[in-house]
């Protein structure tokens, strides 16, 4: 147990010093290495490491070999590397850490029977208010570390003779991952300080690109702001697997089942696992779920995901394709540069977002989507879906796409390939099953998107209802 976080005052301790703190058990708990029969199930508020397990042993390793390789360098040359990265390991939003702060008021309201109960009042809530879904100490070295392999993966590319093209969302702690991140590029590429510190370079906010979702009005209006959008959530809650759950930890807790409800289940789960990920303990939160629960609680944090970011309705995933044109169109000028023997003008972009950037965008690209949708009576049958956000966008989560020019091609179209890696992994294209792609034909698969696509047109309300008469 972390002796560091406990104390008599905690509302006086300050941020800075917490994280001090925070930094110190984080390096002496590393090699425990806590692992919980119930961090497999942890949707978007995973550990980088549950997709990556070979990273608990040593976070600079790049894994075991896979089935698929990155293509050979001798044969082909990287030209462009477009990453898109999910900020690190992250504290709870100030939302969040209100709800728990709720919860463990009513734990303390009275003294109870239940050992549980007992344990969960005396629990230190040492989050405040003001780490409203901050980076973590422990979401840096996601950042760093991450920076590090990338340098090991592809050292051609990013050495430090290269630009490299920095952007990020305007959250704080996208803005922090790419400086992170850079901290972790200098320390790869210039271990002796140098005048052209990476670490110096500027990073462009972005949310346009970024954070799409905001400026698409049509999203915010039918999806977003509406409270009817988000039904089958709403279901799910109320559903039979989730009362079976309220009545269990009611029972455990000695507390009556009305005082809780499915937002407060929700939030006791989340502090399993943020403390999990960002102090590496495993907390007594967590001994009120068993894997079944947890399975259940995925499900819903999975749903939501599904209907807000994912295929339930089409205008999220179209309001991402102003970042998938993006990509294009960089490709296709590092190509015209490449063809007339020019150096390329960004062979390095790099850009920090959220798991509502990536989401969407794989959804445009069709990557893990069932043969039904996720809804709040088929939780059984959707027990193997692909649509699991904790595989797919955990902390620090990341896109790569990376375009390579082939020398000895046979024909122009073979001179210019593609290999798109999420979380380091290779991920086979839909059209093909391979690794790998000819360029023109990963265009020609998605030219409908890349043709038709218009996020202004997508984005617009249907404005035809209210040309209004009254304005005349
Ligand atoms: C809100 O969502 C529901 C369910 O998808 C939909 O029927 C309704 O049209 C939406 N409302 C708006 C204002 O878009
Ligand atoms: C205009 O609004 C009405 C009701 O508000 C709706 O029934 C109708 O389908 C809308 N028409 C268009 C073209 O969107
Ligand atoms: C349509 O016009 C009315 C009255 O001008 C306004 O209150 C309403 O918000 C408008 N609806 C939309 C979808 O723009």
């Not at 490491?49 to 360098?73: A, F, I, K, M, T």
């Not at 510190?197 to 972005?206: A, Q």
């Not at 947890?294 to 499900?299: D, G, N, R, W």
Request: net charge neutral.
């Amino acid at each position: 147990m972390a002796s560091c976080c406990r104390g008599p005052s905690p509302g006086r301790r300050s941020l800075p010093l917490l994280l001090l703190l925070l930094r110190v058990s984080l390096v002496r708990q590393a090699s425990a290495a806590t692992t919980s029969r119930l961090s497999g199930y942890f949707g978007t508020k995973s550990r980088y490491e549950e997709v990556n397990q070979h990273l608990l042993r040593d976070p600079l390793s790049l894994g075991p070999p896979e089935p698929g390789h990155l293509l050979p360098s001798a044969a082909c040359v990287p030209l462009q590397l477009r990453a898109l990265i999910r900020h690190g390991t992250r504290f709870p939003t100030e939302k969040q850490i209100r709800k728990l702060g709720q919860l463990h008021r009513l734990l303390r309201s009275q003294e109870r029977a239940c050992p549980a109960a007992q344990q969960l009042a005396r629990w230190d809530m040492w989050y405040q208010p003001e780490m409203d879904g901050r980076l973590a100490p422990k979401g840096r070295l996601d950042m760093e570390q991450l920076a590090q392999r990338l340098v090991a993966r592809f050292p051609g590319l990013l050495s430090s003779q290269r630009r490299f093209a920095f952007a990020s969302s305007s959250k704080h702690r996208c803005v922090e991952s790419s400086a992170a991140f850079r901290r972790g590029l200098q320390l790869a590429l210039h271990p002796q300080p140098s005048p052209s510190d990476i670490v110096h370079e500027k990073t462009e906010i972005d949310d346009k690109l970024m954070r799409f979702f905001d400026h698409c009005e049509k999203f915010v209006t039918s999806v977003e702001e509406n409270d009817t959008a988000m039904y089958q959530v709403d279901a799910f809650k109320q559903g039979p697997e989730m009362k079976r759950i309220q009545e269990k930890i009611a029972a455990t807790l000695c507390i009556p089942v009305r005082d809780l409800n499915a937002d407060l289940i929700q939030v006791a789960f989340f502090t399993c696992s943020f403390e999990l990920a960002i102090k590496n303990v495993n907390s007594p939160w967590c001994s009120l779920f068993n894997e079944d629960d947890a399975q259940v609680l995925e499900y819903l944090n999975d749903l939501k995901q599904y209907w807000k970011r994912g295929y339930g309705y089409d205008i999220n995933s179209r309001s991402s394709c102003i970042l998938f044109q993006d990509i294009f169109k960089h490709f296709d000028r590092a190509i015209a540069e490449s063809k007339s023997s020019m150096p390329i003008s960004s062979p390095v972009i790099l850009q920090f977002g959220h798991a509502e950037t990536l989401q969407p965008l794989l959804a445009l690209m069709g990557f893990f989507k069932d043969e039904e949708p996720l809804t709040a009576d088929n939780y059984k049958k959707q027990m193997h879906r692909k649509f699991r956000s904790g595989h797919i966008v955990p902390y620090a989560s990341n896109l790569l796409f990376v375009l390579y020019h082939c020398d000895q091609a046979k024909t122009p179209e073979e001179e210019y390939q593609v290999q798109i890696m999420l979380n380091e992994k290779l991920l086979p294209f839909l059209h093909s099953e391979e690794t790998v792609s000819l360029y023109t034909d990963l265009k020609n698969h998605y030219k409908d998107i890349l043709q038709n696509c218009n996020f202004k047109e997508e984005c617009e309300l249907s404005k035809t209802n209210n040309t209004s008469t009254d304005e005349l």
